[in-house]
């Protein structure tokens, strides 16, 4: 079991592992919960937890809410339980390419035609990938290599008939249907694993994206088992995000990362409302009155953001020639007003650094 601890010191991310170990126990919510607890009180933190981010796994859910720790299940594993899932409906088309996989794995005279097959092709020498049944993405990164291979794959399974089942041509489509209907997952999921970066605030816009994303390509899907895939992606999302706005945790970090305000939100009356807690957060803290920790709505169940991302696209569309508008008087309110009249920060940059050169903060 290990432990990581993240925080903010002079407007840049740090990190730290605090421990870890063996955990030989029952992997019981109260066992992990003791367990937490314990780290967190050796480094003196127990008490400084403002969220808590971790797996899908339903032990692990109820440790932290045992605790009374504010919850966030991880986006990534959460689109890698969404994504094996719908990789379900493709799993004929799946078994074929990893029997073919594993025979250029173990023979050495189809390895060595393969490698002639690309270079007479003059294809780049590609060695086939194999998938991992428990990440998603290696199912992925085999559809990859099987497509820029396509006619060498062909050609060598021919030339020495080997024994291992022929993709048809409905087939191959099939597998380039999947591999670009799994595209966008796969930027999202390399994004949210930069460590250096801050990626809360870009869930609830990278969920949208997802969404509206296989919206569009359901639209243009011809082949049965890749429609399959995208009716069961649609219908998890569907159920695993439907909530994320009202997660106040996501909202407000959506909210005050200065590349999105009120951007974030597919509506106004969520934006207004997110605008509304926080300017209360900030007279609160005006007036020296603590803020008391709202528990999480579990709105998950379960570096890109630049040109070319499928995802990105939809908010850069939505922000081209959008125009922000402000309201209410209070200074409170004025505070965050100033915030977001000032122009959203490139989706490629860093939303911390504005902390250094904002007007809406305090200067030294």
Not at 70 to 90: D, E, G, K, Q, Y
Request: hydrophobic share 40%.
């Amino acid at each position: 079991m290990s432990v990581t601890c993240h925080f903010i010191e002079d407007f840049r991310v740090a990190s730290c592992l605090l421990d870890c170990f063996e955990f030989s126990e029952r992997h019981t919510a109260d066992n992990i919960a003791q367990q937490l607890l314990s780290v967190a009180a050796e480094w003196g933190v127990d008490k400084k937890v403002v969220c808590c981010l971790t797996d899908n796994a339903a032990n692990v859910t109820k440790a932290i809410q045992t605790i009374g720790w504010m919850h966030l299940p991880c986006l990534a594993h959460t689109i890698n339980l969404v994504v094996i899932h719908a990789l379900r409906a493709s799993k004929p088309i799946i078994d074929k390419m990893k029997e073919a996989v594993e025979y250029f794995h173990r023979s050495t005279v189809g390895a060595q035609k393969l490698k002639e097959t690309q270079l007479q092709m003059n294809m780049e020498e590609l060695r086939l990938k194999q998938d991992c049944p428990t990440r998603w993405n290696s199912t992925y990164y085999m559809l990859k290599s099987f497509i820029t291979s396509k006619n060498a794959i062909i050609s060598t399974l021919a030339v020495i008939n080997a024994p291992v089942r022929h993709l048809s041509q409905e087939e191959w489509t099939t597998v380039q249907e999947m591999y670009t209907i799994l595209q966008p997952f796969e930027e999202v999921t390399v994004e949210l694993s930069a460590e250096s970066y801050l990626t809360a605030s870009k869930v609830i816009v990278l969920a949208r994206g997802l969404q509206r994303a296989t919206a569009d390509f359901r639209r243009n899907t011809t082949a049965a088992a890749a429609q399959g895939v995208i009716d069961s992606l649609c219908a998890s999302m569907s159920s695993r995000f439907h909530r994320i706005h009202a997660n106040h945790m996501l909202a407000d970090t959506a909210a005050l990362d200065p590349r999105f305000k009120r951007m974030a939100f597919h509506d106004g009356g969520t934006a207004d409302e997110t605008f509304q807690r926080l300017s209360a957060a900030v007279a609160r803290i005006s007036s020296g009155t603590p803020i008391q920790q709202q528990p999480a709505a579990e709105g998950l169940e379960g570096a890109g953001s630049g040109a070319g991302s499928i995802v990105w696209s939809y908010f850069h569309e939505e922000v081209a020639g959008t125009v922000e508008a402000g309201n209410p008087t209070a200074d409170a309110v004025m505070e965050v007003r100033a915030y977001l009249e000032e122009p959203l920060l490139p989706t490629r940059g860093s939303p911390q650094v504005v902390g250094e050169s904002s007007p809406c903060l305090p200067q030294a």
